[in-house]
């Protein structure tokens, strides 16, 4: 909204502007938009009469929203089809992955609706979310913007505090204080029709360790981006700005390969972890309370359930209500998320079923009870063929994800994996379980090369392929080395101090890559010797310490409370 008012003459006459428009500036250009004109003639007028104008400079803040927290929240950001048509024509048409709901942030719709709105000369400059400078699933919006501007200016101002450790020390002080945690950047995007040449791409990263003060007192320091220290970038093919990818990657081996069917890859099957977007309700540390927790939810459920299908049977031949008009929100009583609101709405009964109750890997070394059921988990992915009952025996490599922001980590576990066991974690298993259907025996030569299906009608296969198994041997003239050997060797590999520093951008960007090292016994043993320490964490041997004390008797000013917390 924008209200400006004017003063007219000497005399102190006032006047109203009239030029003020109250209106969703998204939605002022949307297609079709005839519900304005009808409530507020006069204003969608002036709206009329703006967008008739052309428009050179748009400066501003745009809000950083890309969805909302919960489902019980019903709070859902509003739908802009010609807009997000704009986007996915243009952004997610060029992104390499498919994950793009982040690419309908508020900021990324305020940056396409610009981009247009000045059409072919003009200037946008933004203070936003600084995500997008280096985010995987942002690659297609940086491959758009050197397309549709002759000059980015980009100023880098850090302070993403989604990290952790070192790394977010380093991201340093946040720019607008505790109300933000993301990373922030000040971006002038320029259209010039006279350019000749690809865009012109500029960039200044604010520095390491500085605290929001420090960072401040640079951004006034500089009298005009003319002044800044730019230093120029090429994107490379894959629409990488800053950070760029090492060539050398691309010739290692892939993990992994979800839509590469017959690729040559080191592993046929792997899955994202267990992501339950209810996690106070199916992991405790007492199988009783997870137990108890999940009956009360599952009551509420069925509660709600028959609920709206009575109110629908009510109204049958009329208009049907929305489920979130009649379904209980309370937090307190039941956690909703989109698949538990379409069973909901389909009258699917869930029942609770003990057997569902496990013991899975919640983060690093802190195993959880939790209830693992297709029903009440959000997505099990295919987590369900890696574990599929309390029997089955495996061993997982979760690795990092793309989307982390937490620097990269993998870690091995013989449970069931959360997704944020390692952030976004994909699970490389040493084996997948298949389930023979409607017969006793295994059926034709692919079941009968694996042998018969098990007490519960599964039948074990390695998930490491037999492509990798043949070019491990090969280059290394060793017909003995095994698929657990090359699974162990990936897992030291992946642990390796010098094969992260290098590869640390393409680690963010991309799935692993394993090349031949030179030593393969090196890292089989490492890796091996790792996963030994790392599955048997409750049972290793501590490593000895000193305990040091100053002095051994507790003096009054050592009870002193100086500030209260919470605990």
């Not at 007028?45 to 890309?66: C, D, K, M, T």
């Not at 500089?222 to 010739?251: I, K, V």
């Amino acid at each position: 909204i924008n209200i400006e008012t004017a003063y007219h003459g000497v005399t102190g006459d006032y006047r109203p502007f009239d030029g003020m428009i109250l209106v969703d500036t998204f939605h002022m250009t949307e297609a079709n938009d005839l519900g304005d004109k009808v409530v507020l003639p006069e204003n969608n007028a002036r709206a009329e009469r703006q967008l008739a104008q052309p428009i050179r400079v748009i400066v501003g803040n745009p809000p950083y929203s890309a969805q909302q927290d919960s489902e019980n929240d019903n709070n859902r950001n509003l739908s802009y089809p010609s807009l997000d048509e704009r986007i996915r024509t243009t952004y997610a048409a060029q992104a390499s992955g498919k994950l793009a709901k982040n690419l309908y942030d508020s900021y990324i719709r305020a940056i396409r609706w610009a981009s247009d709105r000045i059409a072919e000369r003009g200037v946008v400059a933004f203070v936003t979310n600084g995500s997008f400078l280096d985010a995987n699933n942002m690659d297609g919006l940086r491959k758009s913007l050197i397309q549709d501007f002759s000059h980015l200016y980009v100023f880098n101002l850090r302070g993403d505090q989604r990290t952790a450790g070192e790394e977010s020390r380093r991201e340093g002080g946040k720019i607008f204080g505790s109300g933000s945690r993301t990373p922030v950047a000040i971006t002038i995007m320029v259209k010039d029709p006279t350019h000749v040449g690809s865009c012109e791409l500029l960039y200044h990263d604010i520095g390491d360790y500085l605290s929001q003060q420090e960072k401040l007192d640079i951004i006034e320091s500089f009298g005009s981006f003319n002044e800044m220290p730019w230093q120029r970038l090429t994107p490379n093919a894959q629409g990488d700005w800053a950070n760029q990818r090492d060539p050398a990657f691309e010739r290692f081996m892939m993990m992994g390969e979800k839509d590469g069917l017959g690729a040559d890859v080191l592993f046929d099957f792997y899955s994202l972890g267990v992501v339950t977007n209810r996690d106070p309700w199916v992991y405790s540390s007492s199988r009783e309370q997870v137990s108890m927790n999940v009956q009360r939810m599952l009551e509420a459920y069925n509660s709600d359930r028959q609920r709206y299908a009575a109110v629908c049977e009510d109204a049958r031949g009329t208009k049907q209500p929305e489920f979130e008009e009649i379904a209980d929100t309370d937090p307190r009583r039941i956690s909703w998320t989109r698949s538990l609101k379409a069973s909901a709405r389909r009258n699917k009964e869930i029942q609770y079923d003990p057997s569902s109750l496990r013991i899975g890997m919640y983060r690093p070394f802190s195993k959880q009870w939790m209830y693992f059921d297709r029903l009440v988990n959000e997505m099990v992915n295919r987590v369900p063929a890696l574990f599929p009952c309390d029997g089955h025996k495996n061993v997982v490599i979760s690795s990092t994800g793309v989307a982390d922001r937490k620097g990269y980590s993998a870690l091995v576990t013989d449970h069931v994996p959360n997704m944020h066991l390692t952030d976004t974690g994909q699970c490389f298993p040493l084996y997948w379980y298949e389930k023979v259907e409607g017969a006793a025996e295994p059926q034709g030569e692919m079941f009968a090369a694996a042998g018969a299906p098990d007490a519960n009608g599964y039948v074990r296969r390695d998930a490491i392929t037999d492509w990798a198994l043949g070019a491990f041997r090969g280059h290394y003239g060793d017909a003995a080395i095994s698929k657990e050997d090359i699974f162990w060797y990936v897992y030291g590999i992946l642990h390796s101090p010098e094969y992260r520093q290098r590869f640390a951008a393409d680690l963010k960007k991309m799935l692993p890559r394993i090349p031949f090292a030179a030593d393969f016994r090196a890292f089989l043993n490492a890796g091996r010797k790792l996963g030994e320490w790392h599955l048997n964490y409750e049972t290793v041997e501590p490593f000895p310490l000193t305990e040091e004390a100053k002095r051994l008797v507790m003096e009054q000013d050592d009870y002193l409370v100086t500030k209260m917390t919470f605990g």
